[in-house]
């Protein structure tokens, strides 16, 4: 069965914190991606990546990084985190046009 | 670039009244569509994909969706709700690569 693991499903933090939300796929695909999803505002595309070593900004990068040193882990970065990423994150893997595989979702609160 | 428009951010039907959730989109190529179901404090589950091809999809759970590239259109249906079909309901669009573009979603209530 495949799969998409996140390293915590819930996650609370003080506001400046660095935070580390990590993604493992085990279907040797390509392409990552993370989104974070509010109420309202669906889900919106931080950042991806379509090979180890490469990223890309989404449609909301701003206050995030990411790191993808090894083909099945991307990892997200809050650099000093702040209120207004208190959100759901999720994690999505793909091999090109196929099906794209999401993984639980972390809910982080920031304090 | 690519743009996701669901109408109606909430739809309430009857049990056993057919099901429709709107979705528009906007795309300068040829877009891969996707409808993804979440059900409550769960993750998101594909229910059907149009790519190429035939324009009418069926997906799971009794759910179909169909292509109209003249209305720019990807309109999910189902003949008739069920308590169990209660969720919210995203539709997507990609550009082949695997990146998708999410609409705001529409929470679907059914009434017994």
């Known amino acids: 069965d495949v799969k998409v693991t996140q390293s915590s499903r819930y996650l609370v933090k003080r506001t400046g914190e660095k935070v580390f939300l990590e993604c493992v796929q085990d279907m040797d695909h390509e392409n990552m991606f993370w989104y974070r999803q509010d109420p309202g505002l669906g889900l919106r595309l931080i950042y991806f990546s379509y090979d180890v070593k490469m990223k890309e900004k989404g449609d909301i990068p701003e206050g995030y990084s990411v790191s993808r040193e090894k083909k099945e882990r991307f990892s997200l970065i809050l650099e000093s985190a702040s209120t207004n990423q208190t959100s759901m994150y999720l994690c999505a893997s793909s091999l090109s046009a196929g099906h794209t595989y999401f993984g639980p979702g972390t809910r982080l609160t920031v304090t | 670039a690519q743009s996701v428009t669901q109408l109606g951010s909430h739809v309430s039907v009857s049990e056993g009244a057919l099901v429709l959730l709107r979705c528009n989109y906007s795309s300068s190529v040829p877009p891969y569509l996707f409808w993804y179901v979440q059900y409550p404090n769960q993750g998101l589950q594909l229910l059907l994909k149009y790519t190429t091809g035939a324009t009418l999809v069926k997906g799971i759970n009794g759910f179909e969706a169909e292509f109209k590239k003249s209305e720019t259109s990807f309109h999910l249906t189902k003949p008739s709700a069920h308590m169990s079909d209660a969720a919210e309901y995203f539709c997507?669009?990609?550009?082949?690569?695997?990146?998708?573009?999410f609409g705001q979603g529409t929470e679907l209530s059914v009434k017994p």
């Open positions: 997507a669009v990609s550009d082949g690569r695997g990146k998708l573009i």
